[in-house]
């Protein structure tokens, strides 16, 4: 791994690099399969009023990922302590989160090649149904809203009294009506 250490307020001394340095041994097991120098650390210690703070980015360069953890503590050491605990939570996490899509994709794979005579499903369709419409007499807009109503419909066809063409009544979901001119003449 490779490491930067910037200090703002705080004088990095080589024990304390040293402590980090240790620290991130517990963390190697994790990075399996990267060669050291993919791996890169940016350890960023700041005095913030009466505490430290701790900021760390992690850079692992193939999978082009980049984590960023931090905490604070009034003391130095258990600020860093925090910091190291709270990226290996997120680096186990991802570590598993990993493994269980693997897992899934190995699933879906095993599946698919253990059922390949299986014709592919038929997805059911919904039939259609053709009903006739009968439409005894022209009216106009005011009677086909009170045989709208009457009926307890969403929609109404109807031949308009006035210029003999077909339109559809329909209630908005406000309340209120829309008229569909379609211009079909009745026959």
């Known amino acids: 791994m490779k490491f930067n250490f910037v200090g703002q307020d705080v004088e990095i001394t080589d024990a304390i690099r040293g402590y980090i340095?240790?620290?991130?041994?517990?963390?190697?097991?994790?990075?399996?399969?990267?060669?050291?120098?993919?791996?890169?650390?940016?350890i960023a210690l700041k005095r913030e009023r009466a505490?430290?703070?701790?900021?760390v980015d992690l850079f692992v360069g193939q999978r082009?990922?980049?984590?960023?953890?931090?905490?604070?503590?009034?003391?130095?050491?258990?600020?860093i302590d925090k910091v190291i605990d709270e990226l290996e939570k997120v680096l186990v996490k991802d570590k598993e989160?990993?493994?269980?899509?693997?897992?899934?994709?190995?699933k879906e794979k095993m599946l698919l090649k253990?059922?390949?005579?299986?014709?592919?499903?038929?997805?059911?369709?919904?039939?259609?149904?053709?009903?006739?419409?009968?439409i005894d007499k022209p009216m106009d807009v005011e009677d086909a809203i009170l045989e709208l109503e009457e009926k307890g419909l969403h929609f109404l066809p109807f031949i308009d009294l006035a210029s003999g063409e077909l339109r559809i009544l329909y209630k908005k979901k406000a309340g209120n009506y829309g008229v569909i001119r379609t211009g079909c003449r009745a026959s």
């Open 21 to 42: 340095q240790k620290k991130f041994q517990r963390l190697e097991r994790l990075f399996k399969g990267l060669k050291p120098d993919e791996i890169e650390v940016h």
């Open 114 to 134: 253990s059922a390949p005579d299986l014709p592919p499903e038929r997805v059911e369709r919904p039939k259609v149904e053709i009903e006739e419409l009968v």
């Open 97 to 106: 989160k990993v493994k269980a899509e693997r897992r899934e994709a190995k």
């Open 64 to 79: 082009g990922e980049k984590l960023h953890v931090w905490d604070a503590d009034p003391d130095l050491y258990t600020a």
């Open 51 to 55: 505490e430290y703070r701790i900021e």
